[in-house]
């Protein structure tokens, strides 16, 4: 099965010739300056070996294992090396040979989601950059919950003893639970086809906005789609970055909704933060991707995988079955999707998206099936507490034991 990835997310007005070009001229720049710092001296002696080797601008990091034929020995000369050795880790994403690392992927984002999560300890810890991970045992299932009222609003006062979570219908033991405002890992996935060409001013704003509204940690990408889809900005908590990002509108192609959800996924769960949502906004029915809609939802429902915050500006005749895709999204995992009348509620309902995932609890439970028993796990929680009538808990309606992702690894 076809499985887009981090490598297929390209970055825009980054041309995979002019890398290439560029880092060659530059590594012939360096060889030369190389070869006469090393040059043999006049009385005829042999030059002494080469201490350490020459690093090039735009290289791979030290994670990033170069192709083999990348491996010159320690004492080679760099102006002896071969063209196709002049740019590691340049070739166009969509064409790098499986044993290279993408060229898009994020130099911030070493950790993987495992490295984060060590087998001891518990609750929030803060990384050396100050970034809080919430940390749990190797084999707990953690979980984002928001509860509403019978009128639909937030409740945000409930304690431990007021949950009662079901895995397959069986009950399982709270082990960890907390109501703090966490920072999250965000991916926004906006709309670039040609029918959002009059709507993208007002959708860009609401997005901002959203990012305004949440925990000022919080790190967010962009990616723009149509029929391809570009990963515009890479995780940051800038929002003039976030902006310029939003600016780039072609508005133009078809609708690749379920692939750029996918690729999206891929890139989030690279975060080392626990947390995760998408907020997607898109005006119609996919038309362009290679992924169908199971695919898309089995993908969004690995361990750990993000909440879906959907709104579909959606008119036509393809209403119906581009908002029951959006539903289903956002349903299986313990979001939202949107659907309002005018652009005018958009930038609203933004708000109130940053206000739900702010006030999210936190559960953490010990399956009583082995995490190495495979097939899906469904889950279902409830909240019982006075004075409320009913409660409805939002959360996702369940997961792939052992599917998580690390850093640019299949499950």
Do not use: C, W
């Not at 060889?31 to 040059?39: P, S, V």
Request: no cysteine.
């Amino acid at each position: 099965m076809y499985m887009p990835k981090l490598g297929t997310m390209r970055l825009r007005n980054k041309s995979a010739l002019s890398r290439v070009v560029t880092g060659f001229l530059v590594f012939i720049l360096v060889g030369l300056i190389a070869a006469q710092t090393t040059a043999p001296p006049a009385s005829g002696n042999q030059p002494s070996p080469v201490q350490g080797t020459t690093q090039q601008p735009n290289a791979t990091s030290s994670t990033q294992a170069p192709p083999p034929s990348q491996n010159p020995p320690a004492q080679t000369v760099p102006n002896q090396a071969s063209p196709s050795q002049a740019a590691p880790g340049q070739a166009p994403p969509t064409q790098a040979p499986s044993n290279q690392a993408p060229a898009s992927q994020p130099a911030a984002v070493q950790p993987t989601p495992s490295q984060a999560q060590p087998a001891q300890g518990q609750g929030p810890a803060a990384t050396d950059s100050g970034v809080f991970v919430f940390r749990t045992q190797a084999q707990e299932v953690t979980l984002h919950a928001t509860v509403v009222d019978e009128r639909n609003r937030l409740v945000t006062n409930l304690s431990k003893p007021d949950f009662t979570v079901f895995e397959n219908n069986q009950p399982q033991q709270i082990r960890t639970f907390r109501q703090e405002d966490f920072p999250v890992a965000m991916g926004i996935v906006i709309d670039n086809s040609g029918s959002m060409r009059e709507k993208r001013d007002q959708v860009n704003k609401a997005a901002i906005n959203l990012v305004r509204s949440s925990n000022p940690e919080d790190q967010v990408f962009v990616v723009n789609f149509n029929d391809e889809y570009y990963l515009d900005q890479e995780f940051t908590s800038d929002i003039k970055k976030l902006q310029a990002a939003l600016e780039h509108v072609e508005s133009r192609g078809g609708t690749a909704l379920h692939d750029a959800i996918v690729a999206s996924t891929d890139y989030l769960m690279k975060s080392p933060l626990q947390r995760k949502v998408l907020f997607v906004v898109t005006d119609g029915e996919d038309d362009a991707s290679q992924e169908s809609l199971e695919q898309t939802v089995h993908r969004l429902q690995q361990e750990n995988g993000p909440t879906v915050y959907a709104i579909g500006l959606l008119g036509g005749e393809k209403l119906r079955h581009a908002k029951r895709e959006l539903e289903v999204l956002a349903d299986r995992t313990g979001g939202i999707a949107f659907f309002p009348p005018t652009l005018n509620e958009v930038d609203e309902i933004s708000r109130s998206v940053a206000h739900d995932i702010r006030n999210q609890y936190t559960i953490t439970y010990a399956p009583t099936t082995p995490k190495n028993v495979g097939g899906f796990r469904t889950i279902h929680v409830d909240a019982h507490a006075r004075p409320y009538k009913k409660l409805t808990v939002r959360t996702r309606s369940g997961y792939y034991p052992g599917q998580e992702k690390g850093a640019g690894g299949e499950p």
